[in-house]
Structures are given as C-alpha cells and as structure tokens.
C-alpha cells in the first residue's frame, strides 16, 4: 500500500468513527450528532467537492465528483445528514478499493516484469566499475556475474553459463549460452561468469523495449473500454436531467411534498454514477495484458485482446514457426558433377546470406570456405542467389530460379525436403536436398486452436507443394499455400480476409524477421519466437516470446476471459443500477439501497475485474 493509500485508510477510518459516534447518538442530541456526521463527512468528502470545483471551472461538469456532490449536499439540504455522510464515506471506501486494485494489477505486472537492470558492470581503463546501464555505449565490454540480470543486449566474448530467461518467456527452462552467443538484456546469469561486448544502446535493448510495451499497453483502448468511455460522457448528463424532472415535475403534476421528490431525485443521482463501469473495464482489460505477460505473451493494447478474442482462422507462416527452421542437408544428388564440389560453390554462392537454407548450406561443407573467391552477388527475393565463384556463374536456388535462367532440372528422388538446385555457367549441375523438422508442440498447438473454436487453420509457405502439404497433413491444417514470393503471403491473407465471416477476426503468426507486411496487415498480427528481434516487436500485435506455438491458444483463452468479465461486469453493473433505479423511483428504495447500488455493485465488479489477472500457463 501506498502512502497515498495509507493517508487515506486513515482518513477513512477516522470519518467512520466520527459517523459511528453520530449514529449511536441518540437523536435528542441533535447539535453534537450534527457536529460529528459533518466531520466525517469533511474528512472523506472535502477532496471530492475540490476536485468537482475544478472540474466545473475548467468545464469538466458531469462526472463522478459532480454527481456525488450534488447528490450529498443536496441530503444535507433536506436534513438527511447522517445518508449523506454515509454515501460520501462509502463512495471514498470504493474508491479506495479501485485504487488498492488498480495498484495490485500494477504491481503484479512490475513483478512479472521484473526485468530491469538496475547496474552493469564496465570494463573502464582496465578495471571493473559500476555504473548504470544508460551510461554504457556499443563496443564497451561489461560483466556479468553468477545471479545478476543481463543489463544489455550483446555478444558473449568470454565465459559460458546458462541463463533463466522465465521473466521474459514464462518458461523456466535454462538457455546456455557460449563465446560468439547473443544474449539479451531482462535475462538471469546462472552459474558462470560472461564477459559481454555490448551491441545496443539502454534505450534500444529488448528490456526497454519489453517494459515500453507493458507500460503503454493500456494507451490502446478496446472498442469496448472506448465505447464505455463514451456512454459515461454521455450517461452522466442524461442522468442529472432525469434526476432534476423527477425531483419537479412529480410535485407539480400531484401536488405532493417536495421533499419527498427531491429525496428520491438525490438517491437516483447517487445510483447513476457510472464508476462500476468505468473501473471494472479497463481494469478487466489491464488484468488479461498483466496475465498474459506471466506466460510469457506480450499485448501491446487492449484492442488486440479483444480483436483476438474473437479469433476464427489462424494463418501460419511455416519456417521457424510451425517448424524448427533449422535446416540440415540430408542428401546431394550431382548431375555431371562431384558431391563435394557441388557443395562448395552452393556454401561459397551463398556465403553473404544469413538465410537459414544458407547456414545450413555452409554447416554441411566441413572444410574452410574462401569468400574472397565469390563477387558480384545479387539475392533474387523468393528464388535464390546469383554469384561468380572461382570465375564461374553460380545459380543456387528453387526451382523458379531455374525457370527464370531457362534451365531444365533433373530429380533423382521424390521424398520431401526442400530443393536447392545449382546451375554451373548456364547448366544444370544437381540439387541438395534439406530438411526442416516439425516442432513437436506443433501439433498439440492445431489441437489446441481446434478446441478454443478456432474454426479455420492455414499454413503459408514458400517451399515447394510437396513438402508443403506434407507438413499440413502431419499437423491437420485444413489449407495450404505453398510456393509463396513474400508479397504473395499478402495476397493470400487478403484473400483469407475477404471470406471472413462478419465480426470475427483473422490471425497471422509469423516469425516477426520477413513476416512484417503481413503481420501488420493481417486483423491481429502475431509474432512467434521472437525473443530479441526488433521485426517482431515492431510490426506484430501480440508477441509470444518463446518459440512455442501453442502459447497462442493460451493467448485467446486468456483474451476470451477478458472480454467475457467485461461482459458480466456491464450486464450486472447495468442491471442492478436500472433496478435500483426504478425502485428508487416508485419509492420502494432508499439512499441506503442507493449507496449498494453504487459503492457495492463497483467494489464486486471490481473483484470480478481482477480474476482476469489469474491465469493457467498452460
């Protein structure tokens, strides 16, 4: 609890003494019963008549401080004192309840993230100092001892340990890490010493970037939270009015008292006040972001969560995300050609990319590889590379590089892989074929969506049909694109959108590196695996910061959760405040039911709200 949260228990707690006393003074003792249910009104209600006079001086009239106000004086007017020092304590009660909320959803997501580094340790002049992050540039070499979180990103230069990244990822397995291994900043340093060549500047490492993400979530409001926004800007006035014709016009038309009337007209502006709604949506909202990132699952708005919730095809992109995308050569098939040889001008064509085909190209050729013999690279987006290797004019490729080079290609098998073929000055010299291994939690994640209700699952890839379907049969996807250009997985997913059922939304998950158009163009973008890359924090929506697939299906249960406590929350706030309202009305009520019908229906939608932080991690 706050200081702020202190004072005001206190102050609470002292006008309910002080309202306590009056009530068990005996009504004969009418000046000191007065006295005390004025102090304990002061006590809880000054802050709230000074905050509706500035609002009114700066045209903010119709809002909560207005309504309570209007509706307290106006019960000291007709000589309800003791209901109206109840329904300012009680609504100060409430409001400090939504505080002491609002402060436990921030201080769980401060916990989760607790990723921040408050020191690092600088090689300055030969010797090791501390200092603070900021202060540290690119180049510098820091430190990082055994329990210390990582301060920024880098390149291990000495040392191997095994770091916990569970802040960031919601998963407790350890990830070692080796001389020439990237480390990112949030993570925990286990039992080794890292010595660690920065790479990023404080500001742009992936904790601050983590941390921006979680603190300016709620800047994104949902069609929901803006709409709730909107009917209390609206409501609030509507309801004075009603207020004021029924503290008029009944008298008039009847001829009964006006007391009675102007009772009942203060009770309907002590029900009307909207904060149940105004409270428990965006703290429902802020709850789902907070519980999501325990697992793991970064939301950068309310807006996404509740577009996710109503998730009806997820389209996945292929490589590094329903796969390992780490590719192996298994199989070299020349044509006129040595194997080896073969090999060498694919490794040494593709030397310069940073493709996964061409690591893996470079990975299976053993001996060292001279790039000094390689010039005049040009990378064909979607098909392959052009080089000339020792004086030669390599293509390597798919099998649309070939037909663009009009060069006929020969297979000697049909099992599925991926194919780099290899032409030689203009003839064909053989292909290489390269496989990538399904993840083994891709499957269960399909299962998973399927059980949500995800109703639609397609997969997009660039790799040939073949090896395409292969994979979408093994994992039961009901559709795939294969042999897609990257502007291509576009259209596809325009197309996708286009038969979109109305009202419901359309999900991309891509690795975030070369999936950003369509991850931005998509209704929720979603990146995968993306645990350091500046592509996927960027472009997507939602970010998972693991490589697992099915923490997808967790993100639409806990947005699923969300939007249904939001619903309750404005049925039940809505409805017992129109009941109360009518009851009121006829007489049947009074300012007692009134303060319930405000001060309880928001502390119980409140407690509603924070269920949306409680969360399954799997």
């Known amino acids: 609890m706050s200081k702020k949260q202190k004072k005001e228990l206190y102050r609470i707690l002292a006008a309910a003494l002080f309202f ?149 990822t919601g998963e407790s397995l350890p990830r070692d890490v080796a001389p020439g291994d990237g480390v990112i900043s949030g993570c925990v340093n286990g039992g080794g010493m890292l010595q660690v060549e920065v790479t990023r500047p404080f500001e742009e490492s992936t904790v601050s970037r983590i941390l921006d993400l979680v603190e300016n979530a709620s800047s994104k409001k949902a069609k929901t939270e803006a709409f709730i926004t909107r ?49 428990s949506v965006p703290l429902s909202f802020f709850g789902g972001i907070g519980g999501a990132s325990k697992c793991g699952i970064l939301v950068k708005g309310s807006s996404h969560l509740e577009d996710l919730a109503a998730a009806d095809t997820v389209v996945f992109d292929k490589t590094g995300t329903l796969t390992r995308g780490s590719f192996s050569v298994t199989a070299i098939h020349p044509d006129n050609f040595e194997s080896k040889e073969l090999l060498r001008l694919a490794a040494l064509a593709e030397c310069y990319s940073d493709h996964p085909i061409s690591l893996s190209l470079r990975a299976a050729y053993k001996d060292e590889l001279d790039d000094s013999k390689v010039s005049r690279v040009n990378e064909i987006a979607g098909c392959g590379v052009r080089a000339e290797v020792d004086g030669h004019a390599v293509l390597v490729g798919n099998e649309k590089l070939m037909k663009l080079n009009d060069i006929p290609i020969t297979l000697h098998d049909s099992c599925t892989g991926a194919l780099v073929h290899v032409a030689i000055d203009g003839r064909y010299a053989g292909h ?24 639609k699952t397609v997969m997009l890839t660039g790799d040939s049909r073949e090896v395409g379907e292969a994979v979408a049969a093994e994992l039961g996807l009901d559709e795939v694109c294969a042999e897609l250009l990257p502007q291509n997985k576009v259209e596809q997913v325009e197309q996708l959108l286009s038969r979109q059922t109305s ?90 039911e009134a303060v319930f019908a405000d001060v309880g229906v928001a502390v119980i ?12 991690q799997k």
């Open 20 to 168: 306590a006393a009056g009530m068990l003074t005996p009504e004969r003792f009418f000046w000191p019963r007065l006295v005390l249910f004025v102090c304990a009104y002061l006590l809880v209600g000054l802050e709230v008549l000074k905050t509706a006079a500035i609002h009114i001086a700066h045209g903010q009239v119709f809002d909560e401080n207005f309504l309570m106000s209007l509706a307290t004086i106006g019960a000291w007017a007709i000589g309800e004192y003791s209901e109206a020092a109840a329904v300012m304590l009680f609504y100060q009660v409430g409001e400090l309840f939504q505080s002491l909320a609002v402060g436990k959803s921030r201080r769980s997501i401060a916990a989760l993230m607790d990723i921040r580094p408050d020191t690092a340790n600088l090689l300055r002049d030969g010797e090791w100092v501390t200092v603070e992050p900021q202060s540290v540039r690119p180049g510098d070499l820091i430190l990082i001892k055994p329990g210390e979180k990582v301060p920024l990103d880098g390149i291990v230069r000495e040392g191997s340990s095994s770091l916990n990244t569970a802040a960031l």
């Open 231 to 279: 009917f209390a800007r609206w409501y609030t006035p509507a309801v004075v009015i009603a207020a004021v014709l029924l503290a008029l016009l009944p008298p008039i038309i009847t001829g009964t008292g006006w007391s009675l009337w102007l009772s009942r007209a203060l009770s309907f502006l002590v029900i009307s006040c909207p904060c149940a709604l105004v409270i």
């Open 432 to 455: 290489i074929r390269i496989s990538d291994q399904v993840k083994p939690e891709s499957s269960q994640a399909i299962a998973l969506l399927r059980k949500a209700g995800v109703q």
């Open 503 to 592: 009202g419901k939304k359309l999900v991309f998950v891509g690795d975030g590196i070369n999936d950003a158009p369509v991850l931005a163009r998509a209704d929720v973008g979603v990146a995968m695996g993306a645990l350091g890359s500046d592509a996927a924090i960027e472009a997507a929506d939602i970010v998972l910061m693991d490589d697992d697939p099915r923490k997808l299906a967790a993100a639409i249960r806990i947005a699923r959760k969300t939007l249904r406590l939001v619903k309750e929350n404005i049925i039940f706030a809505l409805g017992v405040k129109l009941l109360t309202l009518l009851l009121v009305t006829v007489g049947v009520a009074s300012m007692w």
């Open 605 to 616: 939608a409140i407690l509603n709200a924070m269920r949306a932080m409680r969360v399954e």
